[in-house]
């Protein structure tokens, strides 16, 4: 059985840095597409970052590039996002999830493109 479970979330100033840990467990294929999300209260599920459980290309929604990075922990087994450069519009439950298809340029910020889903993490940030 596959678990996605979030941690790192919290409350920080406009500025600061956090990182989100996304520890799984169960069965994973390389080629599986592992994404971070986030919803705010009113608004719709936003694709973050993405990357496929083996590695390759990243992914990015415009308002995070150059801010956000997503990587894999071998050994912790975490799928984590770096979180620099934090703004306020990032306040949000922030969400890990896994696709049974790889990640693609297209696809990959679809919400529905995605079987599993951790229970989220929030993330505050104050002005």
């Known amino acids: 059985q596959v678990q996605l479970v979030e941690s790192g979330g919290g409350s920080v100033q406009a500025g600061g840095s956090m990182r989100l840990s996304c520890a799984v467990s169960?069965?994973?294929?390389?080629?599986?597409?592992m994404a971070w999300f986030r919803q705010a209260p009113g608004k719709e599920r936003e694709g973050v970052a993405s990357?496929?459980?083996?590695?390759?290309?990243?992914y990015y929604a415009d308002s995070v590039k150059g801010r956000f990075t997503i990587s894999r922990d071998n050994v912790n087994n975490t799928v984590d996002l770096q979180m620099n450069s934090l703004k306020p519009e990032d306040t949000a439950m922030y969400y890990c999830?896994?696709?049974?298809?790889?990640?693609?340029?297209?696809?990959?910020?679809?919400?529905?493109?995605?079987?599993?889903w951790g229970q989220g993490t929030q993330v505050t940030v104050s002005s």
């Open positions: 999830a896994r696709s049974f298809t790889p990640c693609t340029p297209g696809s990959w910020s679809v919400p529905r493109k995605y079987n599993d």
């Open positions: 169960g069965k994973f294929y390389n080629s599986d597409c």
């Open positions: 990357m496929n459980f083996g590695g390759g290309i990243p």
